[in-house]
């Protein structure tokens, strides 16, 4: 085990009557890559904020190696003159105030140390270091050389991520950092985390990324932390196997003292047993209490399917383009079918028009030249991200459904926002009260509320915590209509969808492979790594595989190889059928095709996990 990088030491902490924490303590190693998680509310962002000094606390203290620098992602998002690259170069302030310093210094000697401490950190290779982290988030050549005022909110915000991912701290903490990035964008994440030579603390309800990018989980829970080696599937399972030992060790507890009640109950007046009898009852004084597991409710989702299925294809798009302004369309040349029952996930950079095709999805734009053709009495329900700020902060939940639900009793409105996870107080709360996994619930009970045919979800898991995330996978794999997703979410994709449509280079159309695939693409293009900062010589590439990494990737593969044969068990099962072939042909040979695909799948991943075990037998 490394050395510890940072110190928690009985952290006492709370807002008002709510106590966050209590007596919580950790140490975490040096280098370790460490996820944040624990259900929305518990306190992780203020544990961050402590760290940071930001926050004074009741009883209790953080420590740090001497002169170790500690770095976030800057709340304010930067809004100035600035360019990106400009911007981004000075989050390193070391690199900054000694620039600042050769500039008016005098005294050869100090221009000499000056110099000297420039090399020691690469300095002359930062530009070069800002552009790539900067070409990683997604800015092109161009915009990078523009100035910072001259972005959107969600693109700023990356500015401050890319800021603080340059200046290279020895702890960087960061708070929900794919919040605003696209899949593109998380994937390069991911990939920088992972390489990342320093220690991370990441708050992050993002499966996939702590999985992938992490090798510790930091739990916060009733206010104490807990630290447990590995990734997020792997804590999943030690967590579970301890529940299972409290219960099994409370069970055998509650015998033991009921054996030793009943013997002081049955002796305590018999002299031959007194000495015996009040043994036990000091036995039965020192038996602590087992505390009872106690699981956190997580309300399931719910979208109603439609009431009469649609003849195939819901919609048609032939030679179809879309935009904003006449004679200058985003997208063009689509030429595509939508089906009933298809699960589809958009692909590319933020930019490249996945919301704007959504809205001619949606009927919110309409076609410029060719066709888009679907049924008359067609349904869509749209979740967008930025609608959870659109929510009329004083309106209740109750109020929306009143409006929808004019003849309706009020016990009938309730009993129905009941079944979201809107007991009586949060559905007469207003908006404003909610918290943003509340207002996500609110928005996905409105979108489906006419039971669409087509559900068309844009980044809906930002609010949500692991456990309500994997509640929509299921609400949404029980939807029996088509699915369009957005995401950056990984997991969320390959659990959800079936099919892969890229929207890049002004139109969009079929994705020819699966997410490793995409995820390969997107990595070849940005380099797969951007150089980092050293504090001890010029910038480094990371070493070739190592036997940790290429173990991880042989349990990653046997983990994919899992899913994908339990996905041809389902298919087998279905396909097995006879009547399906009678009953529904269409489907039945849907299904052959998604059996030869996912073979074909079975196949690739087979190949690249008997490569990586010959490597791993190498290394």
């Given at each position: 085990?490394?050395?510890?990088?940072?110190?928690?030491?009985?952290?006492?902490?709370?807002?008002?009557?709510?106590?966050?924490?209590?007596?919580?303590?950790?140490?975490?190693?040096?280098?370790?890559?460490?996820?944040?998680?624990?259900?929305?509310?518990?306190?992780?962002?203020?544990?961050?904020?402590?760290?940071?000094?930001?926050?004074?606390?009741?009883?209790?203290?953080?420590?740090?190696?001497?002169?170790?620098?500690?770095?976030?992602?800057?709340?304010?998002?930067?809004?100035?003159?600035?360019?990106?690259?400009?911007?981004?170069?000075?989050?390193?302030?070391?690199?900054?105030?000694?620039?600042?310093?050769?500039?008016?210094?005098?005294?050869?000697?100090?221009?000499?140390?000056?110099?000297?401490?420039?090399?020691?950190?690469?300095?002359?290779?930062?530009?070069?270091?800002?552009?790539?982290?900067?070409?990683?988030?997604?800015?092109?050549?161009?915009?990078?050389?523009?100035?910072?005022?001259?972005?959107?909110?969600?693109?700023?915000?990356?500015?401050?991520?890319?800021?603080?991912?340059?200046?290279?701290?020895?702890?960087?903490?960061?708070?929900?950092?794919?919040?605003?990035?696209?899949?593109?964008?998380?994937?390069?994440?991911?990939?920088?985390?992972?390489?990342?030579?320093?220690?991370?603390?990441?708050?992050?309800?993002?499966?996939?990324?702590?999985?992938?990018?992490?090798?510790?989980?930091?739990?916060?829970?009733?206010?104490?932390?807990?630290?447990?080696?590995?990734?997020?599937?792997?804590?999943?399972?030690?967590?579970?196997?301890?529940?299972?030992?409290?219960?099994?060790?409370?069970?055998?507890?509650?015998?033991?003292?009921?054996?030793?009640?009943?013997?002081?109950?049955?002796?305590?007046?018999?002299?031959?047993?007194?000495?015996?009898?009040?043994?036990?009852?000091?036995?039965?004084?020192?038996?602590?209490?087992?505390?009872?597991?106690?699981?956190?409710?997580?309300?399931?989702?719910?979208?109603?399917?439609?009431?009469?299925?649609?003849?195939?294809?819901?919609?048609?798009?032939?030679?179809?383009?879309?935009?904003?302004?006449?004679?200058?369309?985003?997208?063009?040349?689509?030429?595509?079918?939508?089906?009933?029952?298809?699960?589809?996930?958009?692909?590319?950079?933020?930019?490249?028009?996945?919301?704007?095709?959504?809205?001619?999805?949606?009927?919110?734009?309409?076609?410029?030249?060719?066709?888009?053709?679907?049924?008359?009495?067609?349904?869509?329900?749209?979740?967008?991200?930025?609608?959870?700020?659109?929510?009329?902060?004083?309106?209740?939940?109750?109020?929306?459904?009143?409006?929808?639900?004019?003849?309706?009793?009020?016990?009938?409105?309730?009993?129905?926002?009941?079944?979201?996870?809107?007991?009586?107080?949060?559905?007469?709360?207003?908006?404003?009260?909610?918290?943003?996994?509340?207002?996500?619930?609110?928005?996905?009970?409105?979108?489906?509320?006419?039971?669409?045919?087509?559900?068309?979800?844009?980044?809906?898991?930002?609010?949500?915590?692991?456990?309500?995330?994997?509640?929509?996978?299921?609400?949404?794999?029980?939807?029996?209509?088509?699915?369009?997703?957005?995401?950056?979410?990984?997991?969320?994709?390959?659990?959800?969808?079936?099919?892969?449509?890229?929207?890049?280079?002004?139109?969009?159309?079929?994705?020819?492979?699966?997410?490793?695939?995409?995820?390969?693409?997107?990595?070849?293009?940005?380099?797969?790594?951007?150089?980092?900062?050293?504090?001890?010589?010029?910038?480094?590439?990371?070493?070739?595989?190592?036997?940790?990494?290429?173990?991880?990737?042989?349990?990653?593969?046997?983990?994919?190889?899992?899913?994908?044969?339990?996905?041809?068990?389902?298919?087998?099962?279905?396909?097995?059928?006879?009547?399906?072939?009678?009953?529904?042909?269409r489907k039945a040979a849907d299904f052959a095709k998604l059996r030869s695909r996912l073979a074909a799948d079975l196949d690739r991943a087979e190949s690249r996990w008997l490569e990586a075990q010959e490597n791993l037998s190498d290394a």
């Amino acid at each position: 085990m490394s050395a510890a990088m940072l110190h928690v030491n009985n952290l006492t902490y709370r807002i008002g009557t709510r106590l966050l924490l209590e007596d919580a303590t950790v140490a975490l190693p040096e280098g370790h890559k460490i996820g944040l998680v624990g259900r929305n509310g518990v306190g992780k962002s203020t544990l961050l904020r402590i760290i940071l000094g930001e926050l004074s606390t009741e009883s209790g203290s953080i420590r740090l190696p001497r002169r170790a620098r500690i770095g976030t992602v800057a709340q304010e998002a930067p809004g100035g003159s600035e360019t990106l690259i400009d911007t981004v170069l000075a989050g390193d302030r070391e690199r900054a105030e000694l620039l600042e310093a050769a500039e008016t210094e005098t005294d050869p000697h100090t221009i000499a140390d000056i110099q000297t401490r420039l090399a020691d950190i690469d300095s002359h290779s930062a530009p070069s270091r800002a552009a790539a982290i900067l070409s990683g988030l997604g800015f092109s050549e161009e915009k990078q050389a523009g100035p910072c005022s001259a972005l959107s909110g969600g693109w700023r915000m990356r500015v401050a991520l890319a800021a603080a991912l340059f200046a290279a701290p020895d702890v960087l903490l960061l708070d929900e950092p794919t919040n605003y990035l696209d899949l593109e964008g998380t994937i390069w994440l991911k990939d920088f985390i992972r390489k990342y030579r320093h220690t991370v603390l990441l708050v992050s309800h993002d499966r996939d990324l702590l999985n992938d990018a992490v090798d510790a989980i930091l739990h916060l829970d009733r206010g104490k932390l807990t630290l447990y080696q590995g990734n997020y599937d792997q804590f999943e399972r030690q967590r579970s196997e301890q529940q299972a030992l409290t219960l099994k060790l409370k069970k055998k507890q509650e015998a033991q003292r009921k054996h030793m009640e009943a013997f002081v109950e049955r002796f305590r007046y018999k002299a031959s047993k007194a000495r015996q009898a009040q043994s036990r009852l000091k036995a039965l004084a020192k038996l602590a209490p087992i505390a009872d597991v106690v699981e956190d409710r997580v309300y399931p989702f719910h979208f109603p399917n439609p009431e009469k299925p649609l003849a195939p294809p819901a919609i048609k798009w032939e030679d179809a383009s879309v935009g904003y302004e006449p004679g200058k369309p985003i997208l063009k040349k689509i030429t595509l079918r939508l089906d009933p029952d298809d699960r589809i996930a958009l692909l590319g950079s933020n930019g490249n028009g996945k919301s704007t095709f959504a809205k001619l999805l949606c009927g919110k734009l309409a076609t410029m030249d060719g066709e888009m053709r679907h049924h008359g009495k067609l349904t869509v329900g749209y979740f967008a991200q930025h609608q959870v700020d659109e929510l009329s902060p004083e309106r209740s939940p109750y109020s929306y459904f009143e409006e929808l639900m004019p003849e309706a009793t009020q016990s009938q409105r309730r009993a129905r926002l009941g079944a979201y996870g809107f007991g009586a107080t949060l559905a007469d709360s207003p908006s404003r009260t909610l918290s943003g996994g509340e207002k996500a619930r609110l928005l996905f009970a409105l979108a489906a509320f006419h039971a669409p045919h087509i559900l068309v979800l844009d980044e809906p898991t930002n609010h949500l915590d692991v456990d309500s995330r994997e509640a929509l996978i299921h609400a949404i794999n029980d939807y029996e209509g088509a699915v369009i997703l957005i995401s950056h979410e990984r997991h969320l994709i390959e659990t959800c969808a079936d099919r892969l449509w890229l929207v890049a280079d002004g139109t969009v159309k079929p994705f020819d492979g699966d997410m490793d695939d995409y995820t390969r693409l997107v990595l070849e293009r940005t380099g797969g790594r951007a150089p980092r900062r050293s504090s001890n010589g010029p910038a480094t590439r990371p070493a070739k595989l190592n036997p940790v990494a290429l173990s991880r990737q042989v349990q990653d593969l046997e983990a994919s190889i899992a899913s994908l044969q339990d996905k041809l068990s389902v298919l087998d099962r279905a396909l097995a059928d006879p009547d399906l072939y009678a009953s529904e042909p269409r489907k039945a040979a849907d299904f052959a095709k998604l059996r030869s695909r996912l073979a074909a799948d079975l196949d690739r991943a087979e190949s690249r996990w008997l490569e990586a075990q010959e490597n791993l037998s190498d290394a």
